[in-house]
């Protein structure tokens, strides 16, 4: 298991997290190009406060922050029993470049011992009521499962459509994911009220006395609100023309944390985000009053969490979830919006 835990989190010969943000290259960007970015002096304001944890810590010194460490070691200093939902998003079994560190694929045995080596790590943390959500790809998922339903009670299985992805001639491409949805037990809470989606309606039933069959005429047009299911359509991968995207290569939409968010998390709860990347899951925990704490390996990713929490101060808005629902994909045309529905 050491060797495995070691490959897979130092495993990258050219980590060297002090300079990795120097090494970027500096892209050219159209115009209306909003991803963020960060210059120099932003780097060196937002390392400032990265957390670094060498010791044991308690939940006040750690509640709202991000901290810079591999995840195999940051897990062994986080307080017992401190948190009430967690968003897995690790790396996938694939062969994928995070800035300067790479995972590389491995056979599915092996990402699974992987997967398991700090999920172990990861039990003690959560409240005897904490839900825990694991993404994955379709080569993924079956390890992920393989994991999760030792440790905890599977409560169900997302797959949401993510629009991006490769065509190929000699497959289907690959545009869907799994998010396994797990409790520690079965006294969870879930707010299925919170998580609310608004639909168009396209054919408008009436009851026999003429009255509106489970939809509202408004002013922009005939809506139905819904509970939602678990297959996720309306779910757009952060694009360079949005608000809340960044360089890195697989950033989760605030849409998706939002909606898991508010179902599965209180607010005032800590959610917690092993994998944190460009911050999504603390961004959106600050965005609807929870509290957060991030852990990503990466200097540079964990800098721009920081922007994007610093933005999330003034901006609260998350694009798709409006006025207490969520809106299907691409509705800010017909709702007098630009495409980015900002
Ligand atoms: C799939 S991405 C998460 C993306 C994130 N959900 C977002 O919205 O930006 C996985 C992240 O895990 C980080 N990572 C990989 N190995 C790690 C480790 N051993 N400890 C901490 N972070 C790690 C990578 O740098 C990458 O940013």
Redesign the pocket.
């Known amino acids: 298991m050491e060797t495995v835990e070691r490959l897979?989190?130092h495993g990258n010969r050219d980590l060297d997290l002090d300079s990795s943000y120097r090494r970027r290259e500096m892209k050219e960007r159209a115009p209306r190009n909003r991803t963020l970015t960060l210059s120099e002096e932003e780097i060196q304001k937002y390392r400032e406060r990265l957390l670094r944890l060498e010791r044991p810590v308690s939940v006040a010194e750690v509640e709202n922050r991000t901290i810079c460490?591999?995840?195999?070691e940051a897990l062994d200093y986080l307080p017992p029993s401190f948190v009430d939902l967690v968003f897995v998003?690790?790396?996938?079994n694939l062969h994928k470049k995070?800035?300067l560190?790479t995972?590389r694929a491995m056979d599915s045995d092996r990402y699974e011992q992987w997967l398991e080596a700090w999920v172990k790590k990861l039990i003690p943390l959560l409240k005897p009521q904490a839900s825990v959500y694991f993404c994955g790809d379709w080569k993924s998922s079956g390890a992920i499962f393989n994991v999760v339903r030792k440790y905890f009670r599977i409560q169900n299985r997302i797959t949401w459509e993510r629009e991006k992805g490769r065509g190929s001639r000699r497959n289907w491409k690959n545009c869907s994911e799994d998010i396994w949805f797990c409790t520690v037990s079965d006294d969870y809470y879930f707010n299925a009220e919170a998580v609310r989606i608004k639909r168009r309606v396209l054919a408008p039933y009436r009851d026999e006395n003429g009255r509106p069959k489970d939809w509202q005429q408004e002013e922009k047009g005939r809506f139905r609100v819904t509970y939602p299911s678990n297959i996720w359509f309306d779910l757009t991968v952060p694009f360079w023309s949005m608000r809340e995207n960044t360089d890195?290569p697989?950033?989760?939409p605030e849409k998706l944390l939002a909606r898991i968010i508010l179902a599965s998390s209180r607010p005032g709860d800590l959610v917690f985000?092993?994998?944190?990347?460009?911050?999504?899951?603390s961004v959106v925990a600050k965005k609807l009053g929870r509290r957060y704490v991030g852990?990503?390996?990466?200097e540079y990713?964990c800098c721009l969490a920081e922007k994007r929490l610093e933005l999330a101060e003034s901006d609260r808005s998350i694009q798709g979830y409006e006025d207490g629902v969520f809106w299907e994909r691409n509705t800010s045309i017909w709702r007098g919006r630009s495409e980015t529905g900002k």
Do not use: L, M
């Not at 460490?69 to 195999?72: L, N, Y």
């Not at 852990?295 to 990466?298: A, F, K, L, S, W």
């Open positions: 897979n989190s460490k591999d995840v195999f998003d690790p790396p996938y995070f800035n560190t995972f890195h697989t950033q989760k985000d092993p994998f944190a990347g460009s911050g999504t899951t852990v990503e390996i990466d990713y």
